[in-house]
């Protein structure tokens, strides 16, 4: 028989306070929820009875994890709502325009509290692949476009979702007259692919200053001034805030073959984004 002596008692193991190994960190935090809460109102029983609708809290939580996952509507797990019932409370929502209405609170409220820097905006687009509405033809292959417009802290401010035929420079036009907000920045921030002459004087027409480089195979004379091009080098701000948007990865692949739906996911992505800065 062979005695073992400790110096020193083995540490405890963390207790599970969660009680479940099974059941993922919440998407949306009780205070998120009360900023918006309103705008999702259940409504009123039948007189002719029935099972009483569910909360619409949970349905938001069931669709921001396809949102978040990219998964199935089939793949949710059995603590959120069925999928049929969180796949209408999205087209019910999404017709209804409530995620606009909850984005656009959200931004007031950051406007508010001076957290929206408008004198400088960064646009860029990102493509989604797959197929139904909105879709164009490239020499890639098909996909569908998606603008987004932030402001100098990152926070998204409008967004366009087009085929992928379709001109950037068409985009970034759409992209300031479809502010959340309704305003204008001061200055666009944007790669070569909107160095175009008739881009650059309807933005002028709404007192917004486009910086971006010349274009290397450009024969008209050039119009780009250089100081104002050194606030180029900050334009990985959009990048980083596309990287956050590519983060729900439903909208890497576009699986929703009506636009109006996929849009509705892009704009509760950017609900999410802005519902993180509370």
């Not at 979702?161 to 420079?169: F, K, L, P, Q």
């Amino acid at each position: 028989l062979m005695l073992i002596t400790l110096s020193t008692w083995p540490a405890k193991r963390r207790s599970n306070k969660t009680g479940s190994r099974t059941a993922p960190k919440s998407f949306l935090s009780d205070s998120q929820w009360l900023l918006i809460e309103d705008l999702f109102p259940d409504p009123p029983v039948s007189k002719r009875g029935g099972r009483p609708r569910i909360a619409p809290g949970q349905c938001f939580v069931g669709v921001i994890f396809v949102l978040r996952t990219g998964c199935g509507w089939d793949y949710l797990p059995n603590w959120y709502p069925s999928p049929a019932t969180c796949w209408r409370r999205l087209d019910e929502w999404t017709r209804t325009g409530v995620f606009q209405k909850a984005w656009h609170r959200l931004l007031g409220k950051l406007d508010g509290l001076k957290q929206i820097r408008w004198d400088e905006c960064m646009a860029d687009v990102f493509a989604s692949k797959k197929r139904g509405e909105s879709v164009g033809l490239t020499k890639r292959g098909k996909g569908t476009k998606v603008g987004v417009m932030i402001d100098a802290n990152g926070l998204p401010l409008s967004i366009v979702i087009t085929g992928a035929n379709v001109g950037e420079s068409y985009i970034v036009e759409t992209l300031v007259e479809t502010s959340v907000e309704g305003r204008v920045p001061e200055r666009l921030i944007y790669d070569k692919a909107a160095d175009a002459e008739w881009l650059r004087k309807s933005l002028q027409r709404r007192q917004v200053e486009l910086i971006c480089p010349h274009r290397s195979n450009r024969v008209a004379p050039p119009l780009q001034d250089g100081r104002p091009l050194r606030r180029y080098v900050r334009r990985w701000k959009v990048e980083r805030t596309i990287s956050w948007l590519q983060g729900f990865r439903r909208l890497v692949t576009r699986y929703e073959f009506y636009d109006d739906l996929f849009q509705g996911f892009v704009q509760l992505a950017c609900l999410c984004l802005c519902l993180n800065r509370f």
